[in-house]
């Protein structure tokens, strides 16, 4: 058994109906084994009713969600957070912003822990995580340690990205991919303090490294696979990529889930897929 280990997320499930149907056929295909469930997304139900039933070995993480959509906490609680009907009205950058203060934590916390308990009614989750890694924020990140602990969540994602180049030159020539490395160099300073506030939750673990925040938004069979080739020579680490596959031929991040092909060639880098759920049950520990 390796000791280099791999997990393939898909992000979103419960966000819409083509994301959970790529799910499904992801995990039909043996590729998908672990996802992060949206506690406020619209088709959140039929996912525990009639998506879960259907992938009983899928393993199931929270994906914090406070930047899109309806929050699960009444408006006039949260004002800092949503609008006067409900929905979640902060950027990216306000949220980071309105961090440093302590209602605005407050109320953060309010909705997070109606979304962790809404899942802890059906499932036990595995992992946390985050919707468009609004988690990653400093202070949004020590209060889902603390939150983490409390329920019992057992891995909570980190986003360091080590530095990679796919060869497909089209990747680069367009307006996603500068922006992406930005959000590398952002994701990469809050991840060193971020496991630093780790180490005062000795109950809680954390992949140690991401692929898939360089080319989000093209992310492909290519880029999973360069994006791990570079760990080829690496051993004792996890790390996870994270996908996106909406159900569509024309998706690429929806093709992933369907070649068993790049699952080899993972496998040939020294790889074991694994996901969290297991990695707990088998008390995974760095040699």
């Known amino acids: 058994m ?54 009983p070995n899928l393993c199931v993480g929270v994906h914090l969600n406070i930047i899109e959509g309806k929050a699960l906490t009444p408006a006039e609680k949260i004002p800092m957070l949503a609008d ?5 009205n902060n950027s990216y ?24 308990e809404k899942i802890l009614e059906h499932i036990k989750p595995a992992h946390i995580d985050s919707h ?25 994602r980190t986003q360091y990205e080590k530095p990679y180049i796919t060869p497909i030159l089209s990747k680069h020539l367009n307006l996603k991919y500068p922006v992406n490395q930005l ?47 570079i760990f080829k020579n690496n051993e004792n680490i996890i790390v996870e990529s994270l996908i996106h596959p909406y159900y569509s031929e024309k998706i690429e991040e929806y093709n992933i889930t369907q070649n068993k092909d790049m699952k080899f060639k993972i496998e ?10 297991e990695l707990s049950e088998q008390n995974y520990e760095k040699i």
């Not at 992949?207 to 994006?227: A, R």
């Open 2 to 55: 390796s000791n280099k280990k791999f997990i393939l997320n898909a992000d979103d499930l419960g966000l819409s109906n083509n994301i959970d149907k790529g799910v499904i056929d992801g995990y039909n295909s043996e590729i998908i084994k672990s996802a992060s469930l949206c506690a406020n997304g619209e088709t959140f139900l039929s996912v525990i009713n009639e998506i879960l039933p259907e992938c």
């Open 84 to 88: 006067k009907n409900g929905n979640f």
């Open 93 to 116: 950058t306000q949220l980071m912003l309105k961090s440093n203060q302590q209602e605005f934590i407050n109320q953060v916390e309010t909705e997070f822990r109606a979304q962790i």
């Open 132 to 156: 468009v890694h609004t988690h990653g924020i400093p202070k949004i990140f020590e209060l889902t340690c603390k939150l983490a602990q409390e329920y019992n969540i057992p891995y909570i």
């Open 183 to 229: 959000k590398v160099i952002l994701l990469n300073s809050f991840t060193l303090k971020n496991k630093k506030t780790l180490k005062n939750y000795p109950n809680l673990k954390t992949n140690d490294y991401l692929v898939g925040v360089s080319y989000t938004g093209m992310m492909d069979n290519n880029t999973v696979e360069n994006g791990l080739k």
């Open 268 to 277: 040939n880098f020294g790889f074991e897929f694994t996901t969290y759920k």
